[in-house]
Structure formats: structure tokens, C-alpha cells
């Protein structure tokens, strides 16, 4: 049997009828969006803008970030490129705990699901955005030389240093807009 829905609340419609018209009538429409707080209290953001455009794209437009000639996002369309590409790193069983923690303790102060794919994409953005630091650090350091991976005291000096390299080149770079 199906939940009847009390007086004093809305009924559900995944679709508000709103929506529907303006994305067959091709005209712009401001959504409204329901959220619901710790409390369970219910408070409407009705300062979002869309378009009938930017309905079908993702949720989150990310900042335009440009490496080389090549655009990860193109703003010009106001699309974002698939994401079908996999990289693997290798973590010891403290280190997964520390960073997994890392992530629950951000998505806590955030208010909002995050995980560890969010951050290390996020973490993707600021490191193209910093590349010509990175570069210039890269050229003024002395030479690395990559170790074995079977030498893991001389990989972790490795990564120690490619990290302060890293660190100092973020400094640098110009403010994330």
C-alpha cells in the first residue's frame, strides 16, 4: 500500500512541472531546491540560474582549466569531458586509514558526502592550474633520480622531496578563481 502524505506536506514529484515547460518550451526557468537541514526542517534556495542548456550537463560546473592547448573543461560549450580514464596508486593500511579519515573529516566540515575521488580531482585542478610553477621549481631544484619501488625508504625520500617541490609551487601560484 502506498504512504499517503500528511496535509502539511508537499507531495513528492521528482519533476516539478516547472521544469518540464520550460525544457519543452525552450525558455529559462529558475529552479526551486528543497533542502532539508540536521533538523529535518525544510528551507527553499530559489537563488540558482538554469537554462534549458545546462539542464543536461553535470551538476557542479567546474572552473575552466587549461593545460597547454588542450581544455580538460570547455567553457565555450559549457561541457565536461567523460571521465573513462583509471589511476591506481599503492597505499600501506596506515596510510589509507589516515587519508580516508582526512576525507570524512573534510566532508564533515563541509556538510556534504566527499570522497576521496573528489579530492584527489580536486587536488588535479590545482595542480594543472600551478604547472608553470611547478615547472620553474621543477627546473631550480637540484636532480632527482627515481629510486626502485623496491626500495621504499629511498622512494618515500623521493616522494618527500617531489612534495616540497610541489608544496612550494602551490604557494606560488596565483590565487584559484
Do not use: C, W
Amino acid at each position: 500500500m502506498a504512504k499517503r502524505v500528511a496535509q502539511d506536506e508537499r507531495p513528492y514529484r521528482p519533476v516539478e512541472e516547472a521544469l518540464v515547460r520550460a525544457v519543452m518550451s525552450h525558455q529559462e526557468v529558475e529552479p526551486v531546491v528543497e533542502m532539508v537541514d540536521t533538523e529535518g526542517v525544510q528551507s527553499t534556495n530559489e537563488s540558482l540560474e538554469a537554462t534549458p542548456t545546462n539542464l543536461t550537463m553535470s551538476k557542479t560546473v567546474l572552473p575552466e582549466v587549461q593545460r597547454n592547448d588542450r581544455m580538460v573543461i570547455q567553457a565555450s560549450t559549457g561541457t565536461v569531458e567523460k571521465l573513462t580514464r583509471e589511476k591506481r596508486v599503492l597505499l600501506s593500511a596506515s596510510e589509507e586509514r589516515e587519508i580516508e579519515h582526512l576525507v570524512s573529516r573534510i566532508a564533515g566540515e563541509l556538510g556534504t558526502p566527499v570522497k576521496l575521488s573528489h579530492v584527489l580531482r580536486a587536488y588535479m585542478i590545482l595542480l594543472l592550474h600551478a604547472e608553470n610553477e611547478i615547472m620553474k621549481r621543477a627546473r631550480q631544484s637540484a636532480p632527482l633520480h627515481r629510486p626502485p619501488n623496491g626500495d621504499p625508504v629511498a622512494l618515500a625520500s623521493f616522494e618527500q622531496r617531489l612534495a616540497q617541490i610541489l608544496s612550494l609551487a602551490l604557494r606560488e601560484a596565483r590565487p584559484l578563481r
